[in-house]
């Protein structure tokens, strides 16, 4: 519940200081009102997909966003890879194997190899899962900053 809230308050902050409504937004990352709508009232989480577009938009980091930092340091921002090609990279940087790789983040093995397969992409609590599990950033785990 505290992500839903503090990412409302921050996107509502952004919003505010680039005087933009729900409307602009939604059009500006390819969701319907009611969604951007949903956001702000802290009713609904963001597909990470969706968060990377938001974070784009305002130029901020996705840990920023969802308030796992209150400072935002300026970075050079990349195009995300698919995450099955990330999970990849994410293996080789942490010098681990598969098994150790989804034990460390209590991710289970089925959801685990569906992401590495690429047959689904995983939900921002699942990123948030994978930060915290290697104490790295949303943004590096998701392949938009290189550490």
Known sequence: MELLSKFAERLDYLM???????TKLAKTIGVKIPTVTRYLR???TPSVESLVKIADY???SCDYLVGRTDYDYPTVFHTCPPF???LIILKNH???TWMEFYNKTDISSSRFYEWKNGKRVPSLD???MLADGFSCSIDFIIGRTID
Request: with cysteine; charged share 25%; net charge positive.
């Open 42 to 44: 802290a009713e609904r």
């Open 58 to 60: 305002f130029n901020c």
């Open 16 to 22: 505010f200081e680039k005087g933009m409504n729900a």
């Open 84 to 86: 099955s090609s990330q």
């Open 126 to 128: 699942c990123v948030i």
């Open 94 to 96: 942490f010098k681990c």
